[in-house]
């Protein structure tokens, strides 16, 4: 199954400045699996956190839930400021 993944600052960053990615998984991947997936891919994403916050089809996501095919997941990039 193919689901998008959507990138902003840092993680934008990891793919060359590209918007978003299309990954292809397994049947019944979870939210841990894509990550794994990503970081698997090595270079920058291999620094992708086990803990990144994540939202699925626009809402907040933990690492267990189950993706289907043509599912929106926006890594979200760790909040900084003052």
Do not use: C, Q
């Amino acid at each position: 199954m193919d689901v998008t993944v959507l990138l902003f600052a840092a993680h934008r960053e990891l793919a060359g400045g590209k918007a978003n990615t299309v990954v292809t998984l397994p049947e019944r991947s979870t939210v841990d699996g894509l990550l794994a997936e990503l970081r698997a891919r090595g270079g920058g994403w291999a620094s992708l956190p086990r803990r990144a916050a994540v939202a699925v089809n626009r809402s907040y996501a933990n690492g267990d839930t189950v993706l289907s095919e043509g599912d929106e997941v926006a890594l979200i990039p760790p909040v900084a400021g003052g």
